[in-house]
Protein backbone atom coordinates (compact mmCIF):
# COMPACT_ATOMS: atom_id res chain seq x y z
CA UNK A 1 0.00 0.00 0.00
CA UNK A 2 2.78 2.13 0.81
CA UNK A 3 4.55 1.45 -2.30
CA UNK A 4 1.59 2.66 -3.92
CA UNK A 5 1.11 6.01 -2.70
CA UNK A 6 4.88 6.40 -3.34
CA UNK A 7 4.76 6.12 -7.20
CA UNK A 8 1.25 8.08 -7.39
CA UNK A 9 3.30 11.04 -5.32
CA UNK A 10 6.37 10.51 -7.82
CA UNK A 11 4.04 10.88 -10.68
CA UNK A 12 2.60 13.84 -9.38
CA UNK A 13 6.33 15.29 -8.79
CA UNK A 14 7.46 14.62 -11.77
CA UNK A 15 4.31 16.55 -13.12
CA UNK A 16 4.82 19.60 -10.56
CA UNK A 17 8.55 19.60 -11.33
CA UNK A 18 9.33 19.04 -14.89
CA UNK A 19 6.57 20.36 -16.47
CA UNK A 20 4.42 19.23 -18.49
CA UNK A 21 6.15 18.20 -21.76
CA UNK A 22 4.57 14.93 -23.82
CA UNK A 23 7.56 12.27 -22.22
CA UNK A 24 6.98 13.31 -18.53
CA UNK A 25 3.03 12.80 -19.31
CA UNK A 26 3.73 9.52 -20.59
CA UNK A 27 5.59 8.36 -17.54
CA UNK A 28 2.87 10.05 -15.42
CA UNK A 29 0.47 8.91 -17.02
CA UNK A 30 2.20 5.22 -16.92
CA UNK A 31 3.26 5.57 -12.80
CA UNK A 32 -0.80 6.37 -12.42
CA UNK A 33 -2.08 3.36 -14.04
CA UNK A 34 0.43 1.44 -11.95
CA UNK A 35 -0.42 2.74 -8.91
CA UNK A 36 -4.29 2.49 -9.87
CA UNK A 37 -3.77 -1.22 -10.64
CA UNK A 38 -1.40 -2.06 -7.47
CA UNK A 39 -4.39 -0.21 -5.27
CA UNK A 40 -6.98 -2.33 -6.96
CA UNK A 41 -4.79 -5.42 -6.38
CA UNK A 42 -4.23 -4.41 -2.62
CA UNK A 43 -8.21 -3.89 -1.96
CA UNK A 44 -8.74 -7.32 -3.70
CA UNK A 45 -6.78 -9.05 -1.39
CA UNK A 46 -7.61 -7.18 1.61
CA UNK A 47 -11.54 -8.12 1.16
CA UNK A 48 -10.58 -11.39 0.34
CA UNK A 49 -8.68 -11.79 3.36
CA UNK A 50 -11.36 -10.04 5.16
CA UNK A 51 -13.94 -12.83 4.42
CA UNK A 52 -11.62 -15.72 5.11
CA UNK A 53 -11.07 -14.29 8.78
CA UNK A 54 -14.39 -13.27 9.31
CA UNK A 55 -15.64 -17.12 7.80
CA UNK A 56 -13.00 -18.83 10.58
CA UNK A 57 -14.35 -16.35 13.22
CA UNK A 58 -18.08 -17.80 12.14
CA UNK A 59 -16.92 -21.18 11.99
CA UNK A 60 -14.88 -20.56 15.69
CA UNK A 61 -18.03 -18.96 17.28
CA UNK A 62 -20.30 -21.61 15.66
CA UNK A 63 -18.05 -24.51 17.41
CA UNK A 64 -17.63 -22.80 20.83
CA UNK A 65 -21.60 -22.75 20.64
CA UNK A 66 -22.21 -26.16 19.99
CA UNK A 67 -19.33 -27.03 22.85
CA UNK A 68 -21.43 -24.29 24.80
CA UNK A 69 -24.52 -26.33 24.62
CA UNK A 70 -23.54 -29.76 25.33
CA UNK A 71 -21.94 -28.74 28.35
CA UNK A 72 -25.03 -27.07 29.26
CA UNK A 73 -27.26 -30.10 28.16
CA UNK A 74 -24.75 -32.25 29.94
CA UNK A 75 -24.98 -29.85 33.52
CA UNK A 76 -28.76 -30.27 33.18
CA UNK A 77 -29.06 -33.92 32.75
CA UNK A 78 -26.77 -34.61 35.70
CA UNK A 79 -28.32 -32.11 37.81
CA UNK A 80 -32.72 -33.83 36.68
CA UNK A 81 -30.75 -37.18 37.83
CA UNK A 82 -29.86 -36.08 40.41
CA UNK A 83 -32.80 -33.97 41.60
CA UNK A 84 -34.47 -37.58 40.75
CA UNK A 85 -32.63 -39.16 43.37
CA UNK A 86 -33.04 -36.58 45.86
CA UNK A 87 -36.89 -36.99 45.28
CA UNK A 88 -36.53 -40.31 45.58
CA UNK A 89 -34.92 -40.56 49.14
CA UNK A 90 -37.47 -38.25 50.14
CA UNK A 91 -40.49 -40.10 49.09
CA UNK A 92 -39.07 -42.71 50.93
CA UNK A 93 -38.08 -40.59 53.84
CA UNK A 94 -41.42 -39.50 54.32
CA UNK A 95 -43.99 -42.47 53.84
CA UNK A 96 -41.29 -45.78 54.11
CA UNK A 97 -44.80 -47.79 54.62
CA UNK A 98 -45.73 -46.78 51.28
CA UNK A 99 -42.84 -47.83 49.14
CA UNK A 100 -44.20 -50.63 47.92
CA UNK A 101 -46.97 -48.62 46.62
CA UNK A 102 -44.44 -45.76 44.71
CA UNK A 103 -42.63 -49.00 43.19
CA UNK A 104 -46.13 -50.78 42.53
CA UNK A 105 -46.76 -48.01 39.76
CA UNK A 106 -44.67 -48.41 37.03
CA UNK A 107 -46.63 -52.39 37.22
CA UNK A 108 -50.21 -51.18 36.73
CA UNK A 109 -49.80 -50.78 33.53
CA UNK A 110 -49.54 -55.14 32.44
CA UNK A 111 -51.35 -55.87 35.88
CA UNK A 112 -54.07 -53.37 36.91
CA UNK A 113 -54.45 -51.09 39.34
CA UNK A 114 -55.60 -53.72 41.90
CA UNK A 115 -53.37 -56.81 40.55
CA UNK A 116 -56.24 -57.91 38.97
CA UNK A 117 -55.06 -58.01 34.99
CA UNK A 118 -53.29 -61.13 33.60
CA UNK A 119 -50.09 -59.24 32.19
CA UNK A 120 -49.70 -59.68 28.72
CA UNK A 121 -52.72 -61.80 28.91
CA UNK A 122 -50.81 -64.70 29.84
CA UNK A 123 -49.70 -64.10 33.37
CA UNK A 124 -50.95 -65.33 37.19
CA UNK A 125 -53.07 -62.76 38.67
CA UNK A 126 -51.27 -60.80 41.51
CA UNK A 127 -53.56 -60.01 43.68
CA UNK A 128 -54.64 -62.76 46.44
CA UNK A 129 -50.65 -64.06 46.85
CA UNK A 130 -49.19 -64.17 49.63
CA UNK A 131 -45.75 -61.63 50.10
CA UNK A 132 -43.77 -64.59 50.82
CA UNK A 133 -44.36 -66.19 47.24
CA UNK A 134 -44.71 -62.93 45.60
CA UNK A 135 -41.11 -61.82 47.10
CA UNK A 136 -39.39 -65.10 45.63
CA UNK A 137 -41.08 -64.86 42.33
CA UNK A 138 -39.94 -61.59 42.23
CA UNK A 139 -36.06 -62.51 43.01
CA UNK A 140 -36.78 -65.42 40.77
CA UNK A 141 -37.54 -63.15 37.84
CA UNK A 142 -34.25 -60.39 38.68
CA UNK A 143 -31.73 -63.07 38.36
CA UNK A 144 -33.27 -64.26 35.12
CA UNK A 145 -34.61 -68.03 36.72
CA UNK A 146 -37.91 -67.29 36.21
CA UNK A 147 -39.87 -66.88 33.15
CA UNK A 148 -43.20 -67.75 33.37
CA UNK A 149 -45.59 -67.15 30.02
CA UNK A 150 -42.45 -65.77 28.26
CA UNK A 151 -42.26 -62.39 30.56
CA UNK A 152 -39.18 -62.97 32.11
CA UNK A 153 -36.66 -61.15 30.35
CA UNK A 154 -39.16 -57.51 30.78
CA UNK A 155 -39.83 -58.81 34.32
CA UNK A 156 -36.41 -58.87 34.92
CA UNK A 157 -35.91 -55.64 32.72
CA UNK A 158 -38.26 -53.85 35.21
CA UNK A 159 -36.77 -55.53 38.85
CA UNK A 160 -33.23 -54.90 37.82
CA UNK A 161 -32.66 -51.46 39.65
CA UNK A 162 -34.31 -52.99 42.77
CA UNK A 163 -32.84 -53.98 46.04
CA UNK A 164 -33.75 -56.76 48.47
CA UNK A 165 -35.36 -54.04 50.26
CA UNK A 166 -37.37 -52.97 47.27
CA UNK A 167 -38.33 -55.98 46.53
CA UNK A 168 -39.94 -56.72 49.74
CA UNK A 169 -41.29 -53.52 50.26
CA UNK A 170 -43.05 -54.27 46.59
CA UNK A 171 -44.25 -57.99 47.41
CA UNK A 172 -45.67 -56.83 51.07
CA UNK A 173 -47.49 -53.94 48.81
CA UNK A 174 -49.16 -56.55 46.14
CA UNK A 175 -49.94 -59.17 49.01
CA UNK A 176 -52.55 -56.64 50.18
CA UNK A 177 -54.12 -56.45 47.11
CA UNK A 178 -57.29 -58.29 47.10
CA UNK A 179 -59.09 -60.42 44.05
CA UNK A 180 -62.50 -58.28 43.26
CA UNK A 181 -64.99 -59.94 40.95
Known sequence: MRKEIAVGLCAIGMLLLGGC?????KAVA?????????????????TD??????????????????????TVKESATQAIDEAKEELSKVVVA????????????SCV?????????????????????????IANKLKAYQEGKRNVAGGGALMQAQLSALSRADLLAL?????TLKVTQ
Not at 21 to 25: A, M
Not at 32 to 44: H, R
Open 171 to 175: AEYIS
Open 30 to 46: EATAKSVALGQESGTEV
Open 109 to 133: QCHGEHGEKHALGRSALLAGQSASD
Open 94 to 105: QAPGDRGKVLFA
Open 49 to 70: ATKQTATKLAQETAQTATKAVA
Open 21 to 25: NEETQ
